[in-house]
């Protein structure tokens, strides 16, 4: 675990299913992310099992809890890979940053990691602007990396190197 100002970042719990659904099916929230809102609690219970099985030697994966609610998570199921994703309810409020914040140290003190790497749609600019101000740089784009819904988004890749 760790805490933060404002958040506590732990390791997904079963309890979190009705929480992390409200993030998972919406579509908001789910905008840029790689599948579609989730359509129903079946999906998003599948999402966690798959969370839950992850080995926390290779994860840096947390709920993000704040005020006693899971509003949505921030690190990695493999690294060097990390990503983040809130319920709309809470953007704008610094919360992304300072979650990433707390799992970027967590992820160079405790992985033998050279890097970083987040994987963002091009569209998403609150999300570039985030991975800018954290110290990620753009390192690459693809396209067409994604089929959600029957359309293609693209990739631009942002890197993030372990500090000197």
């Given amino acids: 675990m760790i805490r933060t100002e404002r958040l506590l970042l732990r390791r997904v719990r079963p309890s979190d ?3 992390l659904h409200q993030v998972m099916r919406d579509p908001r929230a789910m905008a840029y992310w790689s599948t579609p809102p989730h359509p129903d609690m079946a999906t998003t219970e599948a999402w966690l099992a798959r969370k839950l099985a992850e080995d926390m030697a290779t994860s840096v994966e947390f ?3 704040y005020q006693g609610r899971a509003i949505g ?3 990695g199921g493999t690294l060097p890979e990390v990503g983040y994703i809130l319920h709309p309810d ?3 409020k610094g919360l992304a940053f300072e979650a990433m914040t707390a799992v970027i140290a967590h992820a160079f003190a ?3 990691v050279d890097h970083l790497l987040a994987d963002v749609d091009p569209r998403n600019a609150a999300s570039i602007k985030l991975l800018k101000r954290l110290g990620f740089v753009m390192s690459g784009h693809e396209d067409n990396t994604f089929c959600i819904a029957g359309v293609w988004v693209h990739s631009d890749y942002y890197r993030l190197d372990r500090p000197a």
């Fill in 17 to 19: 299913l009705a929480d």
């Fill in 63 to 65: 709920v993000i809890e």
């Fill in 73 to 75: 998570t921030a690190g």
């Fill in 90 to 92: 809470h953007w704008d």
């Fill in 110 to 112: 405790n992985h033998s």
